[in-house]
């Protein structure tokens, strides 16, 4: 152990990333993956975005903004939030930060006090744990079921509240069960946080990618909220702009202002170059963006009856782009299931169990591969259940 070992503050969480390290190695071995286990759009960056950081970088338009980011930026995001959500917010009350995750460290950063417990929608996606027990605090999940699609149950979350209880992060769309809380359960959920004096944390990173009937509503839209609510939306996932690093928080002024200086001590500003290249996702065609998602709908209605028919089920995915699938089916937990089709069949997924989930029944299906690969996969996928069903 080094010197640095014995040194490292309590609140730093050993995380276990054996697992992922071990696919990751086994897939290193093979030449025939097809990998359906991670978040990043298999889409190129629109070529529009990118000519945009080229102009950028010719301009020598690569020094340091200010840490809340380029006003023009800013502005732009207040306008789409307003046309897309019907969210208020001025320039002067969003913060753009290096992706949604830096957002996420800033907001625990300064509202998470030693002691206090963060509600969070679970499954979920982890990075939330981390910071929270980073600032001292401790994170509670908030159960979802797949008898209701994953979506949010109102008195989970309040058969969860203690004295102790500072703020509830509510994902919707949700990763890794893409599931869509419905704007009556919101709203619920609204009337919870004014009684119980909560703060809400409204992670909207998947809101542009709703498949109908589904509805996004965002919370901070109802009275009484916004004053509540901190609203955390990017680029990475919407525009295929994972490796660029631009998300955002937009929040009221008074705690804008207060993290300002936070936010530059943790990374000064987000890359210039990247933020030129956000500017121009949002003011430039949206063409490739609708072609995206008509892209990833045609591939989910392909995928949920190919599932059905291998045994398997889920919760409806009304949004983002994740089936979260029970394969209990097969008598196997899922880590053992995932890992065995890797080295068997060379197809990758994730177990939800790397999504907080104590259950050992059920992946996660990343449907970011062109759809023939998609449909390669679901063959071995189903061959391999049926094996291990008839091995039984």
Known sequence: MSQFAKHIAP???????????????????????????????????????????????????????????????????????????????????????????????????????????????????????????????????????????????????????????????????NNPTGAVTPPDVIRKIADLAVKHDILIIADEIYAKMIYAPNEHLSIATLPGMKERTITLNGFSKTYAMTGWRVGYLAAPLDFVEKVTEPRHTLSINTCTVSQHAALAALTGPQEPLQAMLADYAARRDWLMPALTAAGFTYGHPGGAFYIYTNISSTGMPAPEFCERLLRETGVMLFPGTMFGDDSTDYIRISYLQPLPMIQEAMRRITAFAQSVRVAA
């Open 11 to 173: 609140r730093i969480v050993e995380e276990d990333g054996s697992f992922r390290t071990k696919m990751l190695g086994i897939a290193a071995s093979r030449s025939d993956v097809i990998a359906l286990g991670r978040g990043d759009p298999d889409f190129h960056t629109p070529t529009h975005i990118v000519e945009a950081a080229k102009a950028a970088l010719d301009a020598n338009a690569h020094h340091y903004t200010g840490p809340t980011g380029l006003p023009q930026l800013r502005a732009a995001i207040s306008a789409d939030l307003r046309v897309s959500y019907g969210l208020d917010y001025t320039a002067d009350e969003i913060v753009v930060t290096a992706g949604v995750q830096e957002s996420i460290m800033l907001c625990m950063l300064a509202l998470c006090a030693p002691g206090e417990e963060v509600l969070i929608t679970s499954p979920r996606f982890t990075t939330y744990d981390t910071a929270v027990h980073l600032c001292g605090g401790v994170p509670v999940p908030v159960p979802t079921h797949e008898k209701d699609d994953f979506a949010l149950d109102v008195a989970e979350i309040e058969a969860r509240i203690t004295p102790r209880t500072r703020m509830f992060v509510l994902v919707s769309p």
